[in-house]
């Protein structure tokens, strides 16, 4: 099978940077963690400054008595910008007197060695101090999923009630309309049983169901809808309902992007660890990425004030992630200039099943 263009990116090994003006002292650094962990040495605290933030570092170890920007200047610097607000640091230094280590902490050190360094120790303290960092951050990230969680039902009880009101004074009674089912149908996923309906279903047949679905639309604009078949017998361990649902609505936006005449593919591509990816591509007019954020993140961007009869958002996008997350997969999407927008679902090697079939002589 061919290989889907959106890939997974492989993790790589723990960086630190260290920055010390002494050259013999960022020659140990490199000598005694580079074995384990990719080491970045830099000089003064102006280049330290400028590589923290052109890069990613799990850890900055820094001296104090630097030149050009000393290491309480650095570090200063270093919490007072968001890419390096949580990044640990250690304190390596010469000084030992309890003001520069007090200095050092206030200033928003993570941990405080002296020079000259136990170096079996040291190696000891940096693993502990990274694994601390990313346990804080850990905690940080699941604080603020909850704080997301519970502002996410909050909009949408809150959209609901928006949209009844507004059904409930056009026609006299609460009747179901595409924005009313779509709050719905997230209040559901939000709340759904991860495992309760999940079946080993035909991806192929998934495939043929959403182009058969959403054929009236395409010919309405007179798209050529696609759907690329597996010669190989692929079936997902998915609920069925709330994954259908995700790719058509994919297909439908998909449809709604493209020209009239225009071209809509579902394609399918197996990665190399086994995992699957059902792909739309349009050739449509290309979707920026802030304006995919915008919509993937539209409950954080609504207040009740704003949720009138006029400005309930569309949730398609929130509920295309929300579907996939609850398979343990994840939403994908990529544009291309000149060429249009590809939305994708991801899943997992563990909900995927491939048999090839066999070669006739």
């Known amino acids: 099978m061919s290989q889907s263009p959106l890939k997974k990116i492989p993790n790589s090994r723990r960086r630190i940077l260290a920055a010390d003006d002494d050259p013999i002292m960022r020659e140990m650094m490199m000598a005694r963690l580079g074995d384990e962990i990719d ?18 570092f799990d850890l900055a170890i820094i001296d104090l008595g630097m030149p050009k920007l000393d290491g309480f200047g650095l570090i200063r610097y270093l919490r007072q910008t968001p890419k390096t607000v949580d990044l640990p640091i250690i304190v390596a230094t010469s000084r030992g007197d309890p003001e520069a280590i007090e200095k050092a902490f206030a200033s928003g050190a993570s941990g405080f060695v002296t020079k000259p360094i136990n170096w079996s120790l040291f190696k000891y303290h940096v693993q502990f101090v990274l694994k601390n960092g990313l346990v804080e951050r850990q905690l940080r990230a699941s604080k603020s999923a909850r704080d997301m ?43 759904v049983n991860p495992t309760k309906n999940f079946k080993q279903h035909d991806v192929n047949e998934i495939i043929a169901q959403a182009v058969r679905s959403c054929q009236k639309q395409a010919t309405e604009k007179s798209i050529n809808l696609i759907g690329r ?34 071209t809509v593919e579902i394609m399918l591509g197996s990665q190399r660890d086994g995992s699957l990816v059902i792909s739309v591509r349009d050739n449509g007019l290309v979707k920026t990425q802030a304006n995919i954020d915008a919509q993937l993140n539209v409950l954080m961007n609504v207040t009740f004030a704003d949720s009138t009869a006029d400005t ?41 099943q491939i048999e090839e079939l066999e070669q006739s002589a």
């Open 149 to 191: 969680a519970i502002r996410t039902k909050n909009t949408l009880l809150n959209l609901m009630s928006t949209a009844l009101e507004r059904q409930a004074s056009a026609t006299g009674q609460t009747t179901s309309d595409g924005a009313l089912s779509d709050v719905i149908e997230l209040s559901r996923l939000l709340s």
């Open 39 to 56: 080491v970045t040495c830099a000089e003064n605290g102006e280049i330290a400054w400028e590589k923290l933030l052109a890069e990613k």
């Open 229 to 262: 078949q597996s010669l190989a017998s692929i079936s997902i361990n998915v609920d069925q309902s709330i994954w259908f649902d995700a790719l058509k609505r994919l297909v439908i936006n998909g449809i709604k992007s493209s020209p009239v005449g225009g």
């Open 312 to 352: 309930i958002p569309r949730l398609d996008l929130p509920i295309v992630k929300q579907s996939a997350e609850i398979h343990g997969g994840r939403a994908l999407f990529q544009n291309h200039p000149g060429e249009g927008n590809i939305a994708a679902l991801w899943l997992p090697e563990n909900r995927v």
